[in-house]
């Protein structure tokens, strides 16, 4: 990893070797910036706290090696980011102001995309996991990731049927406690399309009578008009001598046709008036014929208007014109049968709801049966952990226990509470020595035993479920003398298998690492380029003897340093 301007680092390098690395330095030296900028590369949340002062952002760069074909190589492979010989080069940018980007093989990706890559690629613990380990939902999480398949599957189907019961138990308690005001509605509804169905409107009924009742209500002006345009077209029978439209254009024919065959362009002319003439005659003839029909009503003009009263009475309430009014009807007809039809419903949700929570009680069943049979491997796997971890008479057990609930769901004969994850509340216990009685980890064990059982349990975790890389921030905080010499000696063994990062304040730990970076500041307070090193040789006897004296030049410190690697070079 590269780290720039976060925390008390300006500019620092940090290559993780293989196996076991240890990260050491004075308290206060940037050791845990090494953890935050590995969080940041792996999704983590970003605080604009983080950037260093003055700086205008903080930047973390890191190569990070994918196994091929792995989930996380398809997943970044999808979003589009392009692998550099079996490595994803990853960088995570923080701004002063708190923005934050991330890229992934040279592509702009959302931070989540890195969150969900770090679940396939690292295991990060720290002190703040411990105390998370403390909380029974935590420790249920524990239990079923070690179960494996056993418990994925029960409890897929069992939140599967859990959803479906919430769904329609919520249904039937929205219809049952709102039958009054369901009842209410259906009765408007009823009531409305009693109204509509009294008056049968038609669609576009009502266009079609303003239309007649705009004539009917004006017959004798529109007769009057009619009479006076068929007079000008066709002429008038008491007036002989009236010049009419008709008389005028057939003269101008006749004058045209004793000289059309002298010219085309005027015989073309005279055939378009003859089409005129021909076009008179028609309208004349259509005029004289509206005269005659229409009819000055007055009792189908009071029909008509009753009528559009009525209309109007509907589009009042239920829409703007007849056309809305009856697209109410129809949606008011189809609610008004689901409404209806409540008692059907509320038996069907009633019968569904009960075959559910029997449904939801066998698979709750089947799930704490899974859950007893893990947990008797991962305890003992765990105890066995511990005797390695200078706790040879710990005992780790589970309790699964369930909550008697008079609304729960039937298991074994009882009626118990449940949630979404089953019926069980599954508690961690620790007896740290013979004659104790169990307690739960939370009472019943120390800072440095709780440690050593987070320990135990990431190492149980590395034979069932393995991630390539496992970072430990303090997890050996509280713990000294033979437990600190038995955990490097566990990590060690666990760095066989994957990537180990620890940072750590104990020399018996750091020991152990088949290598040993040193964070240190410059006499301005930052970590720079320089700040950042790997410890060999004499450089590494100096460093252990300061974190097991606060001395480097101390012969006895020496000494001991010098046994303490000798010894795990040995265990080695």
Not at 109 to 117: D, I, N, R, S
Request: aromatic share 2%.
């Amino acid at each position: 990893m590269r780290i720039r301007s976060l925390g008390v680092i300006d500019d620092a390098v940090v290559e993780l070797s293989p196996g076991f690395t240890a990260v050491t330095g004075e308290t206060g030296a940037g050791k845990t910036m090494v953890v935050t900028s590995l969080g940041l590369l792996l999704g983590g949340r970003a605080d604009a706290a983080l950037v260093r002062i003055g700086a205008r952002n903080a930047v973390v760069e890191g190569r990070i090696a994918v196994p091929e074909g792995s989930a996380a190589v398809v997943r970044a492979e999808e979003a589009g980011a392009e692998l550099d010989e079996g490595t994803l080069l990853v960088s995570r940018t923080v701004s002063a102001e708190g923005r934050s980007r991330a890229h992934l093989g040279g592509r702009s990706v959302p931070v989540g995309l890195l969150a969900e890559l770090a679940d396939d690629l690292v295991a990060v613990h720290g002190q703040s996991d411990q105390q998370g380990l403390l909380k029974l939902s935590r420790q249920r999480q524990a239990l079923d990731r070690y179960a494996g398949y056993a418990v994925a599957v029960p409890l897929g189907k069992y939140t599967e049927a859990y959803r479906r019961l919430r769904a329609v138990t919520a249904e039937l308690e929205e219809i049952t406690t709102r039958a009054r005001e369901r009842a209410q509605e259906a009765d408007l509804l009823r009531f409305g399309l009693e109204e509509i169905a009294a008056v049968e409107p038609r669609a576009g009924e009502d266009a079609e009578l303003a239309e007649e009742a705009g004539r009917l209500g004006h017959a004798e002006a529109l007769a009057s008009a009619a009479a006076v345009a068929h007079a000008a077209l066709a002429g008038n029978p008491e007036d002989p001598e009236g010049v009419d439209a008709g008389t005028l254009v057939a003269g101008a024919q006749r004058a045209l046709e004793a000289v059309r065959a002298h010219d085309p362009a005027l015989a073309a002319l005279t055939d378009r008036i003859g089409e005129v003439g021909i076009l008179l005659r028609d309208v004349a003839g259509e005029l004289a014929g509206y005269a005659d029909d229409l009819d000055a009503d007055p009792l189908r003009l009071a029909a008509v208007e009753e009528r559009r009263a009525a209309l109007t009475a509907l589009t009042r309430k239920y829409g703007e014109d007849v056309a809305e009014v009856l697209a109410w009807a129809e949606r008011s007809a189809a609610r008004l049968t689901d409404l209806e039809g409540d008692d059907e419903r509320i038996g069907e949700l009633t019968a569904e709801r009960d075959g559910l929570r029997n449904e939801l009680g066998a698979l709750a069943q089947e799930l704490s049966q899974a859950r007893a049979e893990a947990a008797e491997r991962f305890a003992a796997a765990v105890t066995e952990e511990l005797a390695s971890l200078a706790m040879p008479h710990a005992r780790v057990s589970f309790d699964i226990r369930q909550t008697e609930d008079p609304e729960g769901v039937e298991v074994n004969g009882r009626t118990v509470a449940y949630g979404p994850s089953g019926v069980d509340e599954v508690e961690l216990l620790l007896a740290p020595h013979p004659g104790a009685p169990p307690r739960p980890i939370a009472k019943g064990a120390s800072g440095g035993e709780l440690s050593r059982v987070m320990l135990a349990v990431e190492v149980v975790f590395a034979g069932t479920d393995p991630v390539p890389t496992y970072l430990f921030d303090e997890v050996d905080a509280g713990v000294g003398g033979k437990a600190a010499v038995e955990i490097g000696r566990r990590l060690a063994r666990l760095a066989k298998k994957a990537q180990v990062v620890v940072v750590t304040h104990l020399p018996q730990v750091a020991a152990f690492a088949d290598r040993q970076l040193l964070v240190e500041k410059t006499n301005d307070g930052s970590v720079t380029r320089s700040g950042v090193k790997v410890l060999e040789g004499e450089d590494r006897v100096r460093e252990l003897s300061r974190m097991l004296a606060g001395q480097e030049d101390s012969e006895t410190a020496r000494a001991h340093a010098e046994e303490l690697l000798a010894a795990a070079r040995a265990d080695g």
